[in-house]
Each structure stands twice: as C-alpha cells, then as structure tokens.
C-alpha cells in the first residue's frame, strides 16, 4: 500500500487502500482561539438556557423552544454556517461540527437545532437562487422564522422518493399547487418555513420547493407521542393545495431527490458530531455517580467491572471523535480547493461532501451506536436510579435512540457506504480491485513482515490496521468478483462489510490522532491516549475478526473458504495486550479528574 503525500488529496473511502499520515489529519486538539471561544459560549448558553429547564422543555411548555431557538440565534447559533452576507457567521465546516457537538449534550434542542440549521436552511443555503437565498438566509440565520423539512410520508420512509405528494401547475403559470400527507416532520409545530419535496406529473424524481407557512393550505396533527427527544416538535403535516409560487422551486424540477440526498450527506456526518456531546456528558454523569455512590463500604467506581465500562464509553468516544473531525476537515479542505480552484462556493461544499459520502455515512452510524452503547452503560452505572426519571440517564437513554433511525437508518447507511464504496471502485475513483487482487495473491503466498516493524511508537498497531484493510479487501474483493452487481441482494454480507469498514476508520483515526498529539505534547502527556488507541484497536480486531468470518461462510464454500479464513486469521493476528490493565489505566483518570477529560 502507498503511504498518502501531503501533496495528494484524499478522496472519499480511500482509507481503505491508503495509508494516511499522522500529519495529514486534523485532531481536535487542534481547534483554534477563536473556535474554542464559540464552543465555550455555545457550551454557556446550554447551562445558563437549556440545562436548569429541561423539564419545561420536555414537557413541551408552549413557546418554549420557539424561544430557545430565538436566543440561540441572538447568539449567532443559527447562522455558524450562512455566510456572512446573509446575515450568518460564515464559518467553516469542522466549527459547524463542533458547535452541533457542543449541542448534542443539549437533548431535545439538539434535535430542533439540527433540523433548523441543517435540513431546514441548508437546502437554501446550497441550492437556492441569489433571491431565494436573500429572501430566507437572514431569517433563519436570526431565527426570525423557524424552518423545518418534510420528506418523510407515511408510505415513504427510507425510500424517500417513492413519496406520492404531489405538485400541480396551476392554470396560470404561477403557483404550484401542492397536496399531500408529511410525517415526522421535525420542528413542525412552530415552524413558519418548510421544505418541501413532491411529484411533479409522474416524474421519476421529486421537486424540492420552499413553502411559506403563511402561503396557506397547511394543517398538522398532534405532537407523536414519542419515546425519546419529547421536548422537540414532531407532527404530520397535511398540506391542502397549497398554493407556492413557481419561483419557490428550488434548484430545478425533479432534482428534489438530488438535493435531499446531499443535505443528508451533510446530516449524517453533523449528527456523528452531535451525539458526542451527548456521549461525553454520559460519561461524566457516569463517572461522577460511580465516585459519589457507595456500595460495600467503596465507592463503586473502584470496582474491575465499572472501570471497565468508564474506560470502554471513553476509548469508543475517543474514536468517534477522531473520526468525525477528521472526516470533517477532509470535507473542508476539498471545499476549498474546489473554490480555490474556481467553483462557486455553494457548488464546491456540496461537492466537497458527496466526496466524503462514504465517510459521513460511517460517522452516522458510528457515533450513534457509541451513543447508544454509553447511555445503555450509563443506566448501568446508575443502578435502579439509572431506571428513574429522577436521574439523568433515564433521559439521555431514551433521547438517544433516534439517532440510529433519523438522516437515514443506519442499515440504509451501512447499505449505502459499501455500495458508494464499490461504485467508485467500478467507475475507477478509487483502486479498490488492484489492491483487492494484490491481496489475493499474497493469500497464496508465505506471509511477508507486513504488522511486524515493532520499532517506533504504534509502529505494531500501524502494521495490525495495514492488514485489517487487507482483511476487508479479501471479503470485499471476492463477494464482488462472486456476485457483481447481485451484491446488492446480499445484504448480510453488506452489512459485514459495512462494520469492517467502520471499525478500520475509527481505529485508523484514533491512532493517527494519537500519533500527532504525541507529535505535540510528548509521550509522557499521552499516556491515556495511547492506551485508548490500543484499546480501540483491540476492540476493532476483535469485531473485523467477527465480521469478516460471518460474511466468508455466508458465501465462500470449500478449498475457497478455508483459504479465506486462514488469511482472515493472518490479516487480523494481533498480539493482544493486558486489556485490563489499559482500561484500569484509562478508568483511573477520569476518576480521578471526575468528568470526562479527553
Ligand atoms: C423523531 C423523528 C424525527 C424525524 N424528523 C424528520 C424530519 O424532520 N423530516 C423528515 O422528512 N423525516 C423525519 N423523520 C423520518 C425519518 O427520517 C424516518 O423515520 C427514517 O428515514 C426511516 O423511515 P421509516 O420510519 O419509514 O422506516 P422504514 O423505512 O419503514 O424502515 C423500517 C425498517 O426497515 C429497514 N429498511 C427499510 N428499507 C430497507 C432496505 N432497503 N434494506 C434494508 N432495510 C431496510 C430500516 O432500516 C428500518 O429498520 C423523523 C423521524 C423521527 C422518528
């Protein structure tokens, strides 16, 4: 495998096939004066605004939200990403990530948030005309209006543009007349702006159109009665021909489907950075009542089998955030060389994200199921009050679920990563089948020293993760060559390749982000985040070792399997370290710093 220059732009999932440099990747360590000093007045406003009143909000005190949003965006909250001729604070993409992490400690307002700032302005920001954009940018960016989006109906879910709103042209050219049944539509009790997708005629893909609440021929259900995020709006919304004028369209007709699936690229990756607030606070919570709570004479933070689920929440957190900043900077540094080299600058963010689709797909998934996995391990922690409402646990448990299901499900994003994976592949983006096809000689051959230069400081686990990828290459490579375009029905086997893939990038990332920081502070001041990067490494082989096997007995038989599953054995061999020792480590300092300090 070639070692990634500087001088060589990454493209999307090319990780696979790469190897990337320390120095080539941003860590959060990293953020500037001036991001750090937003995050901290972001962080301000949710425990002066949101956290004394999260039982107003939940309780969905009328008005309540609605006003959150407005003081929100006094504070320029709202327009982190509109520019500033617009009325926003034109700042880049990783800020924008790191203002929706700061709010995913927020609960539900991180929810309204997401679907104000990101689906609901987004859409405009990227693909409204020079009017469109003045009309509603300054609106939103103050949060005069509130926005909202609806794709989702009730027959139209993860196929989304099987949705049967229709729009109708009016006898005069002027309104399209719009008609049909919304559902889950995020932000819709208060929202005075909706983006709207329907049916022109019978054409094959929806028409994106911005629908002012004022235009009339709108009506809504009750609040769901939801499970989790209960303090955010979410209604049916029924519209009734509803008159929209022609130039309300956005971008042109039957380019809906387009926009709403590079607005989701956008969510995807927002909402890996905005779970990790929520993971971060989880641990605090959770290391905060292991040493106030006593059991047995101890706190039970000195028991094994609590430090091991501080330390694990922590490591999968440490990962996913190496990730998603990574990610991150990937996508802003192709936007800029996309404007840089002349593009239009709402051109060159869409396509600086399509370009990194695999990877905000990865973080989507990522980043929820280590949400999913703290929270379930916090209400651990908590014991019987983990189980009551009197704690907070009970609350961060039930608010994280949806992010596994909104901004595309993740079995939709696990589907998705692999196929956008194997369509470049085929179309030549990215080498995939050379490297595919080197692998599988060497499957034949007697195993070279690849994973074993031991010399240097996670030189080892560099040379683990080189073979983890060949890993993937074998099971990815062969289930193309056995099934080419009938890959698509195996879903299982996608499934598997999905999690290899998502395991490699967060383990990759931890490490790289571990190397530069020790680039930076020294060894000494690492310690904790070595030992995370091995331990995620551990936990990643281990998971690439499950994975990969499911996926090789789920189609390879005979002389073939046996040979794949002793080079799946051969591209995962790690020589395991004292597990327990590095989680007591890691456990050991978020005890004692008593939050989490990472
Ligand atoms: C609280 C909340 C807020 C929301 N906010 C908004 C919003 O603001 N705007 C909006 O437009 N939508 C919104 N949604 C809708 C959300 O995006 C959808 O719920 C989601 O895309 C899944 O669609 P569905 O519920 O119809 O599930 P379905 O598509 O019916 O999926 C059900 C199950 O089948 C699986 N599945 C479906 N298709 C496939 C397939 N091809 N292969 C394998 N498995 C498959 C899914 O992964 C899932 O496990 C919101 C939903 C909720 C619950």
Redesign the pocket.
Known sequence: METLTKTQAIQGGEFLIRETEARDVFIPEEFSEEQRMMAQATQDFIDKEITPNIARMDSMEPGFMPALLDKAGALGLLGISVPEAYGGLGMSFNTSMLIADVIGSAGSFS?AYG?HTG?GTLPILYYGTEEQQQQYLPKLASGEWKA?????EPD?????NSGKTKAVLSEDGQYYKITGQ???????GFADLFIVFARIENDKNLTAFIVEKSFGGITMNEE?K?MG?KG?S?RQVFFNDTPVPVENMLSSRGNGFKIAVNILNIGRIKLGAGVIGGCKETVTHSVRYANERRQFGVAISSFGAIKQKLATMATRIYATESACYRAGQDIEDRIQSLIDSGMPEAEAKLKGVEQFAIECAIMKVHASEVLDYCVDEGVQIYGGMGFSAEAPMERAYRDAR?SR????????NR?LLVGMTIKRAVKGEIDLMGPAMAVGKELTSIPDLNGKDTTGLLAKEKGVLKNLKKAILMVAGKAVQDFGAQLNDE?EILMSIADMMIEVYAAESALLRTEKLISMRGETDCQQQINMAKLYLYMAVDKIQAKGKEAIVSFAKGDEQKVMMMGLKRFTKFDAYNVKELRRSVADYLIEKNVYAF
């Open positions: 929810t679907a689906i909202c989006y609806c794709l989702t139209a879910g993860s196929d989304a919304k559902m889950w539509i995020s932000n819709a769901e939801k995020i955010s979410t949806i299901i909104y901004e595309g499900t993740n079995e939709i589907i879903q």
